[in-house]
C-alpha cells in the first residue's frame, strides 16, 4: 500500500473539490482542486529539473499559498521537503546546502545570487507570490501528476534543528512519522470538515507547516492565510475562524490588542500554543479575558507532538498533557529509573513519530536513539498526579525565543572571533513578549573599545535576525565552576534581576 503522505491528504479531501483550502484575507480563496493542480504542474518542473525520488528540495520562500503547493508536489513526486528559515543568511545557507545536497534550491528573487553561488550543483529557481521561474516552468505543464508511491520509513523531509555545537543536525522525518503524528492530532483536537484555522504561523517550522497544515487536510478544512501574526489583524478575523494555533508571543501580544475581547474569541473552539513554554500568568490572563482556556502541548522538530492537554478534559496550566495516543513517554532518574510524580527527570518518547535520525549522522543518532527506540529528548520534566507531562527545563543551553530554536554556541563562535572579544556567553533571559530574549555577555581585551552596537553590528547579516543579541552586557570575567566551566545559570540570575553588568 502507498504510504505517500500525499496520497492520504488526497483520501481526506472534500468530496466538492472546489471548496477552499486556502483563503487569503482580501485576496484570492485557493481551493483544493486549484492546489492539486499546481502542486501536480510542479511536481512535473521538478521532475524535468532531474529530481529524482529521494532528491532533496530545499526551499527558502516567504509565505504565500503557492509554497504550500511546491511542499505538496515534493511530496507527490517522493523527494525530500527541506523547509530553511527565511531569516538564515549566507553562513547558515552555505552549511545546509553542503550538507544536504539539494537537487533542486527554490529561493527568492533576492536571494537568487546568494543561492546560486552556494548551491553549484542544484538548480536554483525562484519562486514569490507573483510567480517566479518555478510558477513559469510549471505552466503549460499537465495538471494531473500520478504520486510517486512510497513506503512507510521513506523520507518526506529534513528539518535542520541547531547543534550544542553550533553545527546543525537534519531531523530525517519519514512519511510515516508525520502521517502518525497529524492524524493522532485530528483525533485529539477534533478536527472537522467545518473547521477554519487562523493561520499565522511561519512555513518553515514543525508548527505552521506540518501541525496546522496537515491537520486542516486531513480534515478537509479550510485556512485564513497570514503572511505573519499582527495581534490587531488576527483579533479582526477570529470571528471568522474557529482554531488559532499560536506561540506563546501570540497571546501575550493579543492580551495586549484593546480589540481582543471575550466577543472576538467567542467564535473560536480551540486555542493552541505550543514551540515554547506558556507562562501561568498567561494562561491565566486569557481565560480571565476569553472564558476559555489554552491548549498547551509538547512537541519537538524530531517527533512532532508528544503531549496535549485533553481537548474536552481539564487543562492544566503549567502542563503540556499527557502522551497523545501511540506515543510513550518516560521520565528517568539519573539511574535510568522511572521517576515518581513530581520529581524532575530526563524526558523520552518512543512511537511512529519519533524520526528515523540525524542526516549523514550517525553517531548522533545513535547517542539520541537506543536499541528498543526511545529518542532522548534533552528535556527535563516531570509527571502530576494526573498523568500530566510538566516540562521543567533543557539539559542543554537551548534558547527559544518567540517559539524558535536557539543554540548559544553558534552566537558565542562568531562573537570570540571578533576582534578584541577575549570570549563570550549567551544566554536567555525571561522576556514578556518573546518568552526568553538572546543575551549576550562579552569579556573584552583591554584596550578595545567594544560597545553593545558594534557587536550587535557585527552580527547582522550573519546570521539570522532572532538569533541576533536583544543585549550585550560587557563583564570583567564569566563565573566558572571547579572544572572551569562557565556559570550560565548565574549569569541568568544576574541579569534576570536586573544587574547592569554581569
Known sequence: MDANLYTLFERHFPDERSQPCLVVPGGAAIGYDALDRLSAQIAHALVAAGCRPGDRVAVQVDKHWQMLALYLASLRAGLVYLPLNTA??????????????????????????????????????????????LVDRAAG????????????????????????????????????????????????????????????????????????????????????????????????????????????TFYTRLLAEPSFTRAAAAHVRLFVSGSAPLLAETFAAFEARTGQRILERYGLTETGMNTSNPYAGPRLAGTVGPPLPGVEVRILDERRVPCAPGVVGAIEVRGPNVFRGYWRMPDKTREAIDADGWFATGDLGSWTAEGYVVISGRAKDLIISGGLNIYPKEIEERIDALEGVVESAVVGVADADFGEAVVAVVVASDGHALTEASVIASLRGEIAHFKVPKRVVFALELPRNAMGKVQKNALREKLAGGTASA
Open 88 to 133: 538564515y543568511q549566507r553562513g547558515e545557507l552555505e552549511y545546509f546546502f553542503a550538507d544536504a545536497r539539494p537537487r533542486v534550491v527554490v529561493c527568492r528573487d533576492a536571494m537568487l545570487g546568494v543561492c546560486a553561488t552556494l548551491a553549484r550543483d542544484a538548480t536554483v529557481l525562484t519562486l514569490d507570490a507573483h510567480g517566479g521561474e
Open 141 to 248: 505543464l499537465p495538471e494531473t501528476f500520478v504520486t510517486v508511491p512510497r513506503a512507510p520509513d521513506d523520507l518526506a523531509a529534513i528539518l535542520y534543528t541547531s547543534g550544542t555545537t553550533g553545527r546543525s543536525k537534519g531531523a530525517m522525518l519519514s512519511h510515516r512519522n508525520l502521517a502518525s503524528n497529524a492524524l493522532a492530532l485530528v483525533e485529539a483536537w477534533q478536527f472537522n470538515h467545518g473547521d477554519v484555522l487562523l493561520h499565522a504561523l511561519p512555513v518553515y517550522h514543525v508548527h505552521g507547516l506540518f501541525v496546522a497544515v496537515h491537520c486542516v487536510l486531513l480534515a478537509g478544512a479550510r485556512m485564513l492565510w497570514l503572511p505573519r501574526f499582527d495581534a490587531h489583524e488576527v483579533a479582526a478575523l477570529l470571528p471568522k475562524s474557529t482554531v488559532l494555533m499560536g506561540v506563546p
